[in-house]
């Protein structure tokens, strides 16, 4: 077994998907590194079996991931190129958020989360030294 593990972006909101009767979220996460002021990407792409549950709603174009999984490697006609190229797919095992783009802690984003939840936030106003 090939296992792979990836720290990039999301390259593009992740889709939640539906094959016969079982569902999936795909998405495709970009890893890029420096060497001697080239930079090279490497693009993989990911499929998480099941709906996503809570974190399907964080995985968003931009977003920081590390994952980790079974790989296996795909090869396909390019469009652009019309030349045989490679890819790598990874079947998702592990997925933890990093951060992402707007982690920035903001007035109108921590208002929206205090609306978001009534509960926690009359705890937490309650708490406030002032």
């Not at 792409?45 to 790989?71: M, P």
């Not at 790598?88 to 992402?100: A, K, Q, S, T, W």
């Not at 007035?107 to 989360?113: D, G, I, L, R, S």
Request: charged content about 25%; proline content about 2%.
């Amino acid at each position: 077994m090939l296992n792979l593990q990836v720290i990039g972006n999301l390259g593009a909101d992740a889709e939640r998907r539906e094959n016969n009767g079982r569902a999936f979220v795909t998405f495709r996460v970009a890893h890029s590194e420096k060497r001697n002021d080239v930079e090279r990407t490497t693009w993989v792409s990911c499929v998480l079996n099941g709906d996503g549950g809570q974190l399907a709603q964080y995985l968003v174009k931009g977003t920081k991931v590390f994952v980790s999984g079974r790989v296996s490697l795909k090869t396909y006609s390019s469009p652009k190129t019309h030349q045989i190229e490679a890819g790598l797919d990874l079947n998702v095992d592990r997925i933890e958020l990093c951060g992402g783009r707007d982690t920035q802690l903001t007035k109108e984003n921590v208002a929206a989360w205090l609306n978001q939840n009534p509960e926690e936030s009359k705890t937490i106003l309650n708490e406030l030294p002032f």
